[in-house]
């Protein structure tokens, strides 16, 4: 025999599928097996995802499950050109032979009689399944459907919405199961079928959200059912087999209600508590007894269809006493009769003392006035009364049951004689009301998917016996409600608990040979069947613990060791109590029918969804479906929701959108192959095909961003603020892609690959950064970021917006190609005419958790950029953490511009933005270029030579470096041997000087060593010859230069004059730019908690690429946070609606 599949745990540290199948001997000696355990999936393994992104995925259990199964896999030579397939493939026969040998059972109920009859310490064998349709399916089908509504109900609802409209009650709900067990049948043949029933179908079909929505909602549903069952069994000993059992007893009419629903609490939960401990013993029992259970039901149904040919050719007995036209209460008199005459004298009866106090008193008015008489109850099939009860008779509370053919003679008002021995209405009746009281008896269609491992064949056999044991039941139904309405009298019918019949069953006064068939097996029936709710329930509650997407849930997954739902049983008793406390069958019905048409609504949803999806794994052997079949059913479910009860449905579908967003926020992820999933992937198919490649219009602009994150050595996301401001930015509603390039080859970095994506998406969860990860391997960095700007997205789908990082490191960077890679990622957004966001001091950024107080966001708006300055803060003011900030909105006037109409004018078009900004504007006069922007500019160029000079060899760098300090140190020497003593005692105070800095000091002291020796006053003060493009010398040369007096700047501006001279002019100008910009900005904006600013563009001869990076570090000094922003080319917001 075959290996037992079942789902092991795998280690999740390494990624792998959690819901991988293998052979394990030992599970046959007993445990619960996972939920996954009996879905086969034929298709050849895959290599585990070891950094996946936690999502499982498919596993076949018929491949590689166990190292023994490799080593037998292959052992001939005949084969040897497919050798090297063999540790991951099967062959052929191997394949064969387990899938011939596979069984689906899962750890029933079976399996739990055999687990505790089995005490030998050996594994006992798999028994094959062996039941066919009819014991398997057609039965216990048939046992769930036909209940407690059909005994204690039905004749009621004939008698209240009268013929016609029952048989539209009763179309409407078989109708409603019958296109459910259609959708099933497909559902269930479409591959080999797992036992777990409906949550299996709908939560492999829908997915985990979904599927755990409906499977709770379903399990709820059972388990009220379980309430119904019992409150049915309690009604049933109280009222009909021994009344006199009752503990509390009214002393006054009006106390009955009370005292029965009183009765119904105590006497039920001591039933529940007896059905609890019966099913924590042992489920065997529960099972040996229904078979029992059945043949009560099936014995009552021919009782009945008995009794009705039996109406026929000799009616029973059972006379119904009215008042005039009213109906009696026959239960505290013995003849219907207001006077009898005893030997000649006459008498009162009892039923004149109801009325009146005595002989002599004064009696109710409508008693005199009208006589007393007795009618048929069940004046037979061919007596015509069918044409009478045609006919609805809806009432309110309190409403008396009366048979209007009869003669009445006004009296005391009806409401004032509810209290008299009266049969009354004791709930307000309506059509909607019966059709949620009805519908749990058209439920349990899915007895038979619950039992597919047990099947020879379900795939045939769930098909044909479900949708044979509806059109029974439903015929059955269909001529119930026929037959009561020909054979019954409509007072009869409309009296629920028998009262005027002396408390008979009143569909236990029709059958025959007598009424005690019906009513001990109504009683046994609902016996057993809240058995099995209590049996079914905890398992169901288990399965969806086990599955592990609920996490609240997972205590109740453990029980016993032979895997009975302890657990599991406590919570189902705790919620059937629940439904025992409401103590009324009428109240419980539509609560239950919610739950189960919901689970029937998703299983229609599921069979439809798949249909219209015609995804190539839909192949069901049950071809008689339709999509249309499957809409039409989950119409009438959704329909028969708010015809029952509209505030129950609301109740249901808010508990049911609870658990689908708890599931999707905090549930598991699973991968099920679902179809929800194939829906979302036709609707963005969809979608990208009908979005038009070409831009949006201004008004449907939105950032969709392009994150370029830096990873460190371990591939941990460097700068995760980056990730919070993408976050924050989410008011855009756009997409997001988050990327990052590793340098190599991807056959060798594709395990890498997948570990930086990973951590990524690691850590876009703990950012709650909504989006996708792209990890690309490049053979260089700025091949990588080109191919990701050029390809990340698809269709019209694809980012507009780059947001990276400010590279803070890159004067010490020892790899050029790093900043370089910055200014060509710049020219690539620039060429592919998207716009560009950079970070400075992103490390700076508030996370999401922080919540800034009142300051201000500050936008310098230099150059028009298409309005990416003006959106930014207003979608960033959207986010808590910015929402307390204001807008300040800054712009530059030149010396030519009217400083007063452009504030005006910026008001205005900020007014028509709708926006909502302070508005100033800044004047920057032309004045003379300062001696510390051409020392800044000297610097720089000076800084530009050496890199150039150092694109040597390592070896060739290090030489030159020592002819340079040998030269320099000698001409020092000459000119201050001072200041070389002093150079050596700082020398040997830090020996671990910076070696860039060091380098780029020596290299300056060579190039400037002519120029100092032209000017003796140089030599003289050698300290404003040499310069440093250092931060912290720049800051004490500027102090210097600050603090000398004219005389002294003067003479240094002819002493530099010479080197001046040779400066780049354009370069002079764009750092003049950038240190008055950088002294204007910081002057308004050093305590502003973001500061926005134009992105200058790179320059078109990459020879200036150093310079490049010197004038944006020069105009972002003194900033804490920054973002740069430079345009796409075209405009993002616009003043019309």
């Known amino acids: ?228 069952y019992i409150l049915g069994t309690i009604e049933i000993l109280l009222t009909y087999i021994v009344p006199k059992a009752a503990i509390f007893v009214a002393e006054k009419k009006e106390d009955e209600v009370d005292a029965l629903l009183n009765n119904m609490r105590v006497y039920g939960t001591c039933c529940l508590a007896l059905m609890a401990v019966v099913v924590f013993v042992g489920v065997k029992y529960v099972n040996k007894l229904a078979l029992v259970f059945l043949a009560c039901v099936i014995l009552s149904i021919i009782a009945i269809y008995a009794g009705v040919i039996k109406t026929i050719f000799e009616p029973p007995d059972f006379p119904v006493c009215m008042l005039g036209n009213r109906t009696l209460k026959n239960q505290n008199f013995d003849k219907c009769l207001k006077m009898d005459v005893i030997d000649n004298v006459t008498v009162t009866t009892q039923l004149w003392e109801l009325f009146c106090k005595g002989p002599n008193s004064t009696c109710n008015e409508y008693f005199l006035n009208n006589n007393v008489t007795e009618v048929q109850g069940i004046p037979g099939l061919a007596s015509g009364v069918i044409s009478e009860n045609l006919w609805s008779k809806y009432g309110p509370l309190g409403m008396l049951v009366e048979d209007k053919r009869l003669p009445s003679v006004g009296g005391s008002d009806p409401t004032k004689d509810i209290y008299m021995p009266y049969v009354i209405n004791d709930i307000t009746t309506f059509f909607t009301l019966l059709v949620g009281i009805y519908f749990p008896s058209v439920t349990g269609i899915m007895a038979g998917s619950n039992r597919s491992g047990d099947l020879r064949d379900a795939q045939k056999s769930i098909p044909i016996g479900t949708i044979l044991a509806i059109a029974t039941t439903s015929v059955i139904y269909i001529t119930c409600v026929v037959l009561f309405g020909a054979c019954i009298e409509g007072v009869l019918l409309r009296d629920k608990y028998g009262d005027s019949v002396k408390g008979n069953l009143v569909i236990g006064t029709l059958s025959w040979p007598s009424p005690w068939v019906i009513v001990i097996g109504s009683f046994f029936s609902c016996c057993g069947a809240g058995l099995q709710s209590l049996t079914g329930a905890p398992r169901l509650l288990q399965a969806i613990a086990r599955d592990g997407i609920v996490p609240f849930l997972q205590v109740f997954g453990h029980g016993k060791a032979n895997g009975e739902p302890t657990w599991a049983l406590l919570l189902t008793a705790g919620i059937c109590e629940i439904g025992i406390l409401i103590a009324s069958l009428d109240a419980v019905a539509p609560i239950l029918s919610m739950f189960f048409l919901m689970c029937y609504l998703f299983v229609n949803l599921a069979c439809a969804v798949q249909t219209l999806l015609r995804t190539p794994n839909w192949r069901p052997r049950f071809k008689y479906y339709h999509w249309a079949l499957s809409f039409l059913g989950m119409s009438l479910c959704l329909a028969l929701m708010f015809i029952c009860s509209w505030y129950y449905a609301i109740v249901a579908m808010a508990i049911a959108g609870c658990i689908y967003k708890y599931i999707e926020y905090r549930g598991a992820e699973k991968e099920w192959g679902d179809g929800i999933r194939g829906l979302s992937l036709n609707a963005a198919r969809y979608a990208l095909i009908r979005l038009e490649d070409a831009a949006p219009h201004t008004k449907n602009w939105r950032p969709q961003l392009l994150v370029l994150l830096n990873l460190d050595s371990d591939h941990g996301v460097k700068h995760p603020r980056l990730l919070s401001l993408t976050t924050q930015l989410k008011a855009g509603k756009g997409l997001t892609i988050v990327g990052n390039v590793l340098e190599g080859t991807y056959l060798t970095k594709e395990i890498e690959a997948k570990k930086a994506e990973q951590n990524i998406k690691s850590a876009m969860t703990a950012e709650r950064t909504k989006g996708f990860c792209h990890v690309v391997v490049s053979s260089n960095l700025r091949d990588g970021i080109s191919h990701l700007i050029q390809s990340a997205g698809l269709g019209g789908m694809k980012h507009n917006t780059v947001l990276m990082a400010w590279p803070g490191t890159w004067k010490q960077s020892n790899d050029p190609q790093s900043w370089r890679s910055f200014i060509e990622t710049i020219r690539e957004t620039t060429a592919a005419h998207q716009a560009l966001l950079v970070a400075k001091n992103v490390d700076s950024f508030p996370t999401n958790q922080d919540r800034l107080g009142e300051g201000t966001i500050d936008v310098w708006w230099v150059v028009h950029d298409g309005g990416m300055l003006m959106l930014l803060p207003f979608l960033l003011r959207q986010h808590k953490v910015w929402r307390k900030c204001k807008m300040r909105i800054f712009t530059v006037a030149q010396m030519d511009d009217n400083s007063i109409q452009m504030k005006k004018d910026l008001q205005m078009f900020l007014y028509h933005l709708r926006l909502d900004a302070e508005v100033e504007v800044v004047e920057m006069h032309d004045n003379d270029i300062s001696a510390f922007t051409y020392e800044k500019t000297l610097v720089m160029e000076q800084r530009s030579q050496m890199l150039k000079q150092m694109q040597l060899s390592r070896t060739e760098r290090e030489r030159e470096i020592q002819s340079i300090t040998d030269e320099s140190r000698s001409s020092i020497r000459r000119k201050n041997p001072g200041a070389t003593e002093t150079s050596n005692l700082s020398r040997q105070s830090s020996p671990m000087e910076d070696t860039q800095e060091d380098e780029a000091q020596l290299i300056h002291d060579r190039n400037t060593a002519s120029h100092a020796t032209i000017n003796d006053k140089a030599d003289a003060e050698p300290e404003r010859v040499h310069m440093t493009w250092t931060k912290e010398k720049l800051f004490t040369e500027r102090n210097r230069n600050r603090e000398c007096n004219t005389s002294v700047a003067v003479r240094d501006l002819f002493n530099m004059k010479p080197e001046w001279e040779s400066l780049n002019q354009s370069n002079v100008r764009r750092m003049h730019t950038a240190v008055k910009m950088n002294e204007v900005v910081v002057n308004k904006s050093q305590g502003a908690h973001l500061v926005l600013l134009n992105m200058p563009g790179p320059p078109k001869n990459r020879g200036g690429d150093e310079n490049y990076m010197e004038f944006l570090e020069v105009l972002l000094e003194g900033l804490n946070r920054v973002l740069l922003v430079r345009g796409g080319g075209r405009e993002v917001i616009t003043i019309y609606s």
């Open 1 to 228: 025999m075959g290996d037992r599949f079942v789902v092991i745990p795998v280690d999740g540290g390494r990624g792998e599928r959690r819901d991988s199948v293998a052979a394990d001997p030992a599970a046959e000696s007993g445990g619960g097996q996972d939920s996954d355990a009996a879905v086969p999936i034929l298709e050849y393994d895959r290599e585990p995802n070891k950094y996946g992104d936690g999502v499982p995925k498919e596993n076949s259990p018929f491949i590689n499950n166990t190292d023994h199964d490799k080593g037998n896999s292959y052992d001939g030579t005949n084969m040897a050109l497919f050798e090297e397939e063999m540790d991951s493939n099967p062959m052929v026969s191997s394949l064969l032979n387990k899938l011939a040998n596979y069984t689906n059972l899962t750890q029933g109920a079976q399996d739990h009689e055999d687990a505790d009859e089995d005490e030998s310490p050996k594994k006992k064998a798999v028994k094959s399944p062996q039941m066919g349709t009819f014991m398997g399916v057609y039965l216990p089908c048939l046992q769930n459907i036909l209940g407690v509504i059909l005994f204690l109900r039905l004749t009621w609802i004939v008698g209240t919405a009268g013929i016609l409209e029952s048989l539209a009650i009763v179309g409407l709900c078989c109708s409603c199961t019958m296109l459910t067990a259609i959708s099933m049948s497909a559902i269930a043949t479409n591959g080999v079928v797992p036992a777990g029933g409906s949550y299996y179908m709908i939560s492999r079909s829908l997915g985990p959200e979904f599927g755990g929505a409906v499977g709770l909602c379903f399990y709820l549903g059972t388990t009220f059912a379980g309430s119904m």
